[in-house]
């Protein structure tokens, strides 16, 4: 993912980036998460607004520590979208 997709949805529509829970972007999520559940393999307890705002904090990472940074965030977000057990 790109450093800017997220800004560029808060810039672009002047909304919070957690206001993109509904519409186009919450409903993929969504579906990526019903079907996570379906499998076991995604905790129930969370939705597409969870998602999209934890995701979201990676575009605020200054550009000098993204690169070194993002990739193990999103590992930790990903970590803690999973299943237990």
């Known amino acids: 993912m790109k450093r800017g997709v997220f800004a560029a949805l808060e810039v ?3 909304k ?3 206001a993109h829970s509904h519409g186009p972007i919450g409903d993929a999520v969504t579906r990526l998460l019903d079907a996570g ?3 076991g393999t995604i905790r129930p307890d969370v939705d ?3 998602v999209i705002i934890l995701i979201g ?3 605020r990472l200054e550009p000098a520590e993204f690169d070194d940074r993002a990739r193990r ?3 930790v977000i990903l ?3 999973r299943a237990p057990g």
Request: charged residues 25%; glycine residues 20%.
């Open 57 to 59: 904090y990676l575009s």
């Open 79 to 81: 970590d803690g979208l």
């Open 37 to 39: 559940r379906a499998a």
């Open 48 to 50: 597409a607004r969870d």
């Open 16 to 18: 919070d980036l957690a």
């Open 12 to 14: 672009g529509t002047g």
């Open 73 to 75: 965030l999103l590992g």
